[in-house]
C-alpha cells in the first residue's frame, strides 16, 4: 500500500519524534486527515526517506514518531542543472514542476532579455518560496528523496560571469545545427539553458556560447518555454542518464 510522503526540514534519526511545522502538518492533518498510529513517509532531502506513525495530532500540533530509515537514492549518472529564463503564469510552475519529475538536480531561474515577468524585493521573495513549495510538492509525489537546489533568480549575464570555467552547457535553439543526439556523452554534468517566451535574444546566445555552451535542436518543430525544456531533459535522460535504467 502506498503511503504518503511528506517533507520537513529538520534533522530525522531512528526512534525520534518529529514535531511537523507549518505546511507539513496541515497537509497531515487537514488534507490527508492522518490519525493517530497512521503510517506516512518523512524526508528531510538529504537522501533517505524515513518510515514514521502520527503519535500527536491535536489542533496546532501534529508529531511523527521515526520508526526506520530506507536505502540513500543513488546518485544520478548525470547531474543536470535547468537554466531556465523565467516565463509567464502557470508555466514557469509547470516547468520546475516537471524538472524535479524528471531528474534534474539543480534549478536556475534567469532574468533574460525578453523575460515579461518582472519580480523585485517582497514580490521576488514570495516568488521564489512558491517555488520552492513546487519543488518540493514534486518531490513528494516523485518519490525523490534528495531535494534539488533551487538558486535565487538572477540576471542571465551574472548568471553566465559566474560559472567555472570547467563546465559543460547546452544551448536550446531551435535553428542551431546541431541534434542534441550528435554531442558526446558528458561526464557527469550538464547544464541546460533555455531561454523564456520568444526565447533568447541573439546577443544572449553570444554570451553564452563565448561560455562554452553549445547550442543544440531537438527537432524540426519550435516548441513553448514550458516544453522545450522537459522534451530536452527527457533526450537527456535517454541518451545518458538514468532513463537507461
Sequence with gaps: MRRDRIYTPQPLA??????????ARRH???VLRLGLGDALVLFNGDGRDYSARLVAAEGDTAVAEV???????????LALTLALGISRGERMDFALQKAVELGAAALVPLFTERSLVKLKDQRLEKRLRHWQGVVVAACEQ?????????????????????????????LLHHAAARALPELPAPAGALTL?????????????????ARGFVPVRLGPRVM???????????????LWGDFRG
Design 193 to 209: 539553458l533555455v531561454g523564456p517566451e520568444g526565447g533568447l535574444a541573439p546577443a544572449e546566445r553570444e554570451a553564452a556560447q
Design 28 to 30: 497531515v492533518t487537514q
Design 224 to 238: 513553448r518555454t514550458e516544453t522545450a525544456p522537459l522534451a530536452a531533459l527527457a533526450a537527456m535522460q535517454t
Design 67 to 77: 520508526l526506520d530509515s530506507g536505502p540513500p537514492e543513488p546518485e544520478p549518472p
Design 142 to 170: 516523485s518519490g525523490r528523496r534528495r531535494l534539488p537546489s533551487l538558486a535565487a533568480p538572477q540576471k542571465l549575464g551574472t548568471w553566465l560571469a559566474g560559472l567555472p570555467p570547467e563546465h559543460a552547457g547546452v
Design 14 to 23: 531512528v526512534g525520534a519524534s518529529a514535531e511537523l511545522e507549518g505546511g
